[in-house]
C-alpha cells in the first residue's frame, strides 16, 4: 500500500520561517506550486509565517490540532554558525516536526534545510540539487493519501468480521429484553410432598 500523488479534495497548512528569507521564500513558492500540481485547490492552502525554524514546531501542532488539514509542509533554513547554536535549533525543531505529527495524527513533511554553508542552502533551493520544498509538498500529498488509505481498509476490515446476519439481526430485533428475576420465581411450581398425595388419596378412598 502506499500513497498517490493526488491532492484532490485536501487541505494542506504551510508552516515557512522569515529568517533567511532569500532561502525560504524559495521553498515556499517551490512548495506551493508542488501542492497545485498534484490537484490542491489554492483556497485550501493555507500559509503560515513564523519568525525563525525554532517556532516552527508550534505553529505546526497549531495547526494540526485544528482538524482542518490533512497535513502540514514545515519549511526553514538553519546555517551552520561559529557557535553551538546551530546544532540546539536543529535538535529542537526536528524533535518538535516529529513529536507534533505523532500526538496528532497529522502528517509533517520536513522541508528544513540544515546547511553548513550559503551555497549549500541555494543549491538545495532550486539551483543543483533541486527544490526541497517542492519535495516536502509532494511527501506531504502523499502522507496524507496514505493515511486516508489506511483508515478506510481498517473500517472495511471492521465491518467484514461482523457477520451481516449478526449485524441484520441486531438492527432489526434490537436489544433482548431480559427477565427479571421475579418473573422467572413466579413460573417455577412449588414440589408436591409424597406424604400429603398419598393421605389425600386414602381420604377420597
Do not use: W
Not at 497549531?62 to 546551530?86: F, M, N, Q, S
Amino acid at each position: 500500500m502506499e500513497g498517490e500523488l493526488n491532492a484532490a479534495g485536501k487541505r494542506f497548512g504551510i508552516v515557512v520561517a522569515r529568517f533567511n528569507a532569500f532561502i525560504t521564500e524559495r521553498l515556499l513558492q517551490s512548495a506551493y506550486d508542488g501542492l497545485v500540481r498534484c490537484g490542491a485547490v489554492k483556497r485550501d492552502i493555507g500559509i503560515v509565517r513564523v519568525p525563525g525554524a525554532f517556532e516552527i514546531p508550534s505553529a505546526a501542532r497549531t495547526l494540526a490540532e485544528t482538524g482542518k488539514y490533512d497535513a502540514i509542509v514545515c519549511l526553514g533554513c538553519l546555517l551552520r554558525g561559529d557557535t553551538a547554536h546551530y546544532d540546539v535549533i536543529v535538535n529542537e525543531v526536528t524533535r518538535g516536526i516529529g513529536q507534533s505529527a505523532q500526538e496528532t495524527g497529522v502528517p509533517h513533511a520536513f522541508g528544513v534545510l540544515t546547511c553548513d554553508t550559503l551555497e549549500q542552502a541555494i543549491d538545495r533551493a532550486g539551483l543543483k540539487m533541486g527544490n526541497k520544498g517542492f519535495e516536502a509538498a509532494l511527501a506531504a500529498v502523499e502522507m496524507a493519501a496514505l493515511k486516508e488509505a489506511i483508515s478506510r481498509q481498517s473500517s472495511a476490515i471492521s465491518e467484514q468480521q461482523i457477520p451481516r446476519s449478526a449485524r441484520n439481526e441486531n438492527t432489526a430485533r434490537g436489544p433482548r429484553p431480559t427477565a427479571s428475576r421475579r418473573d422467572d420465581k413466579s413460573k417455577i411450581k412449588p414440589a408436591k410432598n409424597k406424604r400429603t398425595t398419598q393421605r389425600a388419596k386414602k381420604k377420597r378412598t
